[in-house]
């Protein structure tokens, strides 16, 4: 049963346009959400975080929106770069694990054509 | 500083074979943990450490071992391996073992496995 859905495999934009990925999440539990980048051939590293105490981070041209009562979160990139080309992973927590386990989406390629 | 380093980047296996899948991070992090990322699947733990001489299980441990005997090092054993285990396997390290070790988990680049 996947606890974080994202519902778009692709995503197709113009550089300079806005990029919006989307992220869905059915465990109330979460508290803590992540958006991870990946280009091929390598791992995951780390983008930009939120925690359910905010609606918004920025950080540059990343900003990711967090709506708690339709647990859904947005990941915006504006200007959008041929560079941000990549698979884009929404990832969850709750904070009252011991843990801090991770629990990932399944990803949205994103292409930023000139 | 090489961060998170994987031998093999590939590997093909026979169904029933072992192999163990290598780990090493050099940024002296307590935590350690190993995914595997499946087409059109996210990432799903399989096992993890919180220390040297600490392993728990994850999301998806059947088939799997791991040992954790250094900081350093943090490798995967497949015993008899089977061809539902063919994937892309990511190691990660961390500083913290709280909820915001995600933030600061960094990954390396992966291993291809190909289990026929």
């Known amino acids: 049963d996947q606890q974080v859905k994202q519902n778009s495999p692709s995503l197709s934009v113009q550089e300079g346009r806005i990029s919006i990925l989307n992220c869905d999440y059915t465990n109330s539990m979460f508290d803590y959400f992540l958006w991870y980048k990946k280009y091929p051939a390598e791992g995951p590293t780390f983008l930009i975080s939120?925690?359910?105490?905010?609606d918004k981070n920025e950080d540059g041209r990343f900003t990711v929106f967090l709506n708690k009562s339709a647990k859904h979160l947005s990941l915006h990139i504006v200007p959008s770069q041929p560079g941000d080309s990549a698979v884009y992973f929404c990832a969850a927590s709750d904070r009252g694990s011991t843990l801090g386990r991770l629990y990932f989406g399944r990803g949205t390629q994103l292409t930023v054509w000139p | 500083n090489a961060g998170v380093t994987q031998t093999p980047k590939f590997q093909v296996l026979k169904t029933g074979q072992s192999m163990t899948l290598q780990c090493a991070q050099d940024m002296n992090h307590e935590y350690m943990s190993w995914y595997r990322q499946d087409p059109g699947m996210g990432l799903r733990l399989i096992h993890y450490s919180v220390g040297a001489g600490i392993t728990d299980q994850g999301e998806v441990p059947n088939g799997y071992n791991v040992s954790r005997s250094t900081t350093e090092d943090f490798p995967l054993r497949l015993l008899s391996a089977a061809p539902s285990q063919t994937s892309v396997y990511f190691c990660?390290?961390?500083?913290?073992?709280?909820?915001?070790?995600?933030?600061?988990?960094?990954f390396g680049p992966g291993t291809r496995l190909l289990v026929l």
């Open positions: 939120i925690s359910s105490i905010k």
């Open positions: 990660a390290s961390s500083s913290s073992r709280s909820w915001a070790a995600g933030e600061t988990q960094y």
